[in-house]
């Protein structure tokens, strides 16, 4: 096996393993605090099935952090399995934020097994709902620092460069790189989005298979609101982010929108298909990549024209970028309608082809993180640490990841498999009906 094959393999191995894990880290990081404001909203209008409906999403989510834990170990050792030469560079400025991960992880599952295991022991639920409080931050804390080390990745700083070797490192530096403001408020933005329209779709497949019980309906209410707010803050963050891109990786910027010559006054290129360097059957959008970049419709943005071809990411990011955009823009419009609709008392969102479209929200959002994780990390090839360090240069030399591919691809089909078992018999065993009825009888009794 050539050198070239082992660094193709080990991109695929990491790509796989991502791609896997970034599904429960989203709903790692963003469950948590649509848990705490179901309690929240339950105590404060004293209604017992938003209480009952962040138990339900409290015991399921235990499910997904037990996998990502899995999935997150096999990540760090894959750094180090696959990317030895990476590690060996740059290992001294990224253990920090590695270690910070650890640690908030471990500060957040002190936290939610202490939540778990004291429902109905405090009187006041007040006090019960402030353990949430450190699960969502330590849930937060995790992904900021893990996308710390990604944002290190595409705007390297902190440190200097003597014979080779990353010297006088300062890792709060690194840790402070250009892209870090506008990665870590995209991927929280992102993973409260997702999470959100998740459990909509969760609530209007149990209405369509039947269970018309007010507490579907609050569920479906309250987080298809969760879903607008944030998807409307995922939009603007996400113009943010084309500003960074346009300052620090312009490269990237003008691959993900064919943008091929430097010009003023640059047009959005949405959808189509490239022939060679001429752009067919797309919809094109005057001024508006000016407007991404730089505020400001005549302003010059940076072709494809200014960088060697060598470093040119490759051009079929352009599709990952639409889709993230496309079922982000539908995201927002669709929940937009849904809200506006509750609140006016129209009553086609109560049909079934409507519910079936909340139902198709959720693997949506899912698609739209897998195309802006694929766009992140591809869009910057060939780097892997960009402007110091090559891809190719960075990968293991060992002649075993073809079987670690194999390996790795039948643990993560069990533990996906796993998990929908898992998660289908524990809800199916408890369905809200027999819960509620559960806990009318123990209030009864008491009272008694």
């Not at 990011?317 to 669709?334: E, K, N, P």
């Amino acid at each position: 096996m050539g050198f070239e094959d082992t660094a193709l393999l080990s991109r695929i191995l990491t790509l796989m393993t991502l791609s896997f894990h970034i599904l429960y880290a989203t709903v790692g990081v963003g469950v948590p605090l649509m848990i705490m404001i179901a309690q929240w909203v339950g105590i404060k209008k004293n209604d017992d099935h938003y209480i009952l409906l962040a138990r339900r999403w409290a015991r399921g989510f235990v499910i997904t952090v037990a996998v990502g834990v899995v999935t997150g170990t096999a990540i760090g050792l894959q750094l180090s399995l696959l990317w030895p030469n990476f590690m060996q560079l740059a290992g001294n400025v990224i253990a920090l934020p590695l270690f910070m991960e650890v640690f908030a992880f471990f500060f957040e599952a002190i936290f939610l097994g202490i939540y778990l295991y004291t429902w109905d022991r405090f009187e006041d639920q007040r006090k019960h709902l402030l353990l949430l409080i450190p699960v969502a931050l330590g849930a937060a804390a995790s992904s900021l620092f893990i996308t710390v080390v990604n944002a290190f990745m595409n705007s390297p700083q902190g440190f200097e460069v003597l014979n080779g070797e990353l010297v006088n490192v300062s890792p709060l530096l690194a840790m402070l790189s250009p892209a870090m403001p506008t990665k870590v408020a995209h991927v929280m933005a992102t993973a409260f989005m997702t999470s959100a329209f998740l459990l909509a779709s969760i609530a209007a497949f149990r209405m369509i298979r039947g269970s018309n019980h007010i507490y579907h309906k609050k569920a479906l209410f309250l987080t298809m609101k969760l879903g607008l707010v944030f998807s409307i803050a995922t939009a603007l963050i996400g113009d943010f982010s084309g500003k960074y891109l346009a300052e620090y990786q312009p490269e990237k910027l003008a691959a993900a929108e064919w943008h091929f010559e430097t010009e003023e006054g640059a047009g959005l290129v949405m959808f189509g298909i490239l022939d060679g360097e001429e752009v067919k059957y797309a919809i094109k959008v005057p001024y508006a990549l000016s407007i991404l970049a730089h505020s400001l419709p005549n302003a010059e943005v940076t072709g494809l024209n200014e960088f060697p071809k060598d470093e040119i990411p490759p051009l079929w990011i352009h599709y990952l970028f639409d889709t993230m955009v496309t079922i982000g823009m539908w995201l927002a419009f669709f929940s937009f309608v849904y809200v506006a609709a509750a609140w006016r008392g129209w009553s086609f969102i109560k049909a079934k082809w409507f519910r079936w479209l909340i139902v198709a929200g959720g693997p949506l959002a899912l698609v739209a993180i897998e195309a802006g994780w694929w766009f992140t990390e591809v869009g910057r090839q060939p780097w892997i640490l960009r402007g110091y360090m090559k891809t190719s240069e960075a990968a293991t030399t060992s002649g075993q990841v073809d079987l670690m591919i194999i390996l790795f691809a039948g643990l993560y089909f069990i533990l996906g498999a796993g998990t929908i078992v898992v998660l289908s018999r524990m809800y199916k065993r408890n369905p809200v009906e027999k819960e509620l009825a559960d806990r009318e009888a123990q209030k009864g009794g008491e009272q008694e």
